[in-house]
């Protein structure tokens, strides 16, 4: 089967860096990617990975580790409208090439 | 410039009615999916369509059907609705069934099942 895990709550100050985890189980690993959600609103894409490494757009990086079956997204420079909940979703060859959403992290910026 | 539109936006049933939600997309994209959100448990794929006249199930398709008899709309079929089907649904489309394509999701509906 598919499991995905992150952190149910992250808490972080306004102006600082924060990462959130994601762990994957699967053998059919096709890309990882990221989405924010507002309370209330739609996810967003934010970022995808299919080759180890990091990927940079703006304030916020994604990397990826395949063989530790392991990403992070990484938020600098916080911003009070950074809080949302941030989604870690796997394309998965044995799930139809579908996405798999993990069950998302809560971020709560602090002034 | 609209994107993913659903409608409504949000909805009451009684238990045993059934019921359509709308889907529609205006990026001509050929892959179209409807995924359920329950509290801490992110997002469940429902039923999944890579194009015109081709649907597949996802995770969770049990007391649901699809059709996709255009590029453009992807409509959700509730048979005969269960508390258990109380949610929030989305419906999200890409390019392509890609593993790089970015999803765009609509704003949501907000079932509620008595």
């Known amino acids: 089967g598919q499991s995905l895990e992150q952190p149910s709550e992250v808490t972080a100050v306004e102006g600082a860096i924060v990462q959130i985890n994601c762990t994957y189980q699967?053998?059919?690993?096709?890309?990882l990617s990221w989405y924010q959600q507002h309370d209330g609103g739609a996810p967003t894409f934010l970022s995808y990975?299919?080759?180890?490494g990091l990927e940079e757009t703006g304030r916020f990086s994604s990397f990826l580790s395949r063989s530790d079956s392991y990403g992070y997204l990484l938020l600098q420079e916080l911003q009070m409208k950074d809080s949302a909940s941030y989604f870690c979703?796997?394309?998965?060859?044995?799930?139809?090439?579908?996405?798999?959403f993990g069950p998302g992290t809560r971020l709560s910026v602090l002034p | 410039n609209a994107g993913v539109t659903q409608t409504p936006k949000f909805q009451v049933l009684k238990t045993g009615q059934s019921m359509t939600l709308q889907c529609a997309q205006d990026?001509?994209?050929?892959?179209m999916s409807w995924y359920r959100q329950d509290p801490g448990m992110g997002l469940r794929l429902i039923h999944y369509?890579?194009?015109?006249?081709?649907?597949d199930q996802g995770e969770v398709p049990n007391g649901y059907n699809v059709s996709r008899s255009t590029t453009e709309d992807f409509p959700l079929r509730l048979l005969s609705a269960a508390p258990s089907q109380t949610s929030v649904y989305f419906c999200?489309?890409?390019?392509?069934?890609?593993?790089?394509?970015?999803?765009?999701f609509g704003d949501g509906t907000r079932l509620s099942i008595l």
């Open positions: 999200a489309s890409s390019l392509r069934r890609g593993a790089n394509q970015p999803q765009h």
């Open positions: 699967t053998s059919g690993f096709y890309g």
């Open positions: 990975n299919g080759l180890d």
């Open positions: 979703a796997v394309r998965d060859r044995n799930y139809g090439q579908n996405f798999v």
């Open positions: 990026m001509n994209h050929e892959y």
């Open positions: 369509s890579v194009g015109a006249g081709i649907t």
